[in-house]
């Protein structure tokens, strides 16, 4: 299903949940990311609150996209967070498969900040998340991880804070 490559392990929140239970992560050499606009956090703290905020509600709109809502989690994406979730979704087309249940924040830690960027190293939870295949059987593969950390990078884009990276860390937090 996916590519292993020597490098950083990209990932969004959808792909998180399908690619560690399916022992797949997807890299690939990094996409140019939008230059951030030079105006935006007016502190360190400004930028990590957004970047969460931001993060949260990705999530939220993916948990509501998993379970046939219309929200739309791609509209907090930007460069290689974006491309990295439009080449996942179709890899879950063409496979056949299908996600349920809910991912969950456990934890945000700030890493680094300036008025410009931001990045958070987030823990989710992936118990309740399963991975369907096209008859709707459950194939979510025993023993994964049911935590996972990921660093998330945010931008500030001139008119508001949008996620330009997510790298895997590590397997459980």
Known sequence: MGRMAEGRWRLTAHA????????????????????????????????????????????????????????????????????????????????????TGPLEILEVAHLAADRTTATIRVCLDLSKSRVLDSSGADVTPTGRAERFSVDVGVIWTGSEPLIATSEAGAPSC
Request: net charge negative; proline share 7%; with cysteine.
């Open 16 to 99: 998180a949940a399908v690619m560690l239970a399916l022992a797949a992560l997807t890299a690939c050499t990094p996409d140019p990311t939008p230059t951030p606009s030079p105006t935006g956090f007016a502190s360190d703290e400004e930028a990590f609150a957004a970047a969460e905020d931001t993060y949260r509600a990705y999530i939220d709109a993916s948990n509501a996209q998993t379970d046939g809502g219309s929200a739309d989690p791609l509209e907090f994406l930007t460069g290689e967070a974006l491309e990295d979730a439009i080449e996942s979704e179709n890899e879950l087309v063409q496979e056949g498969l299908t996600l």
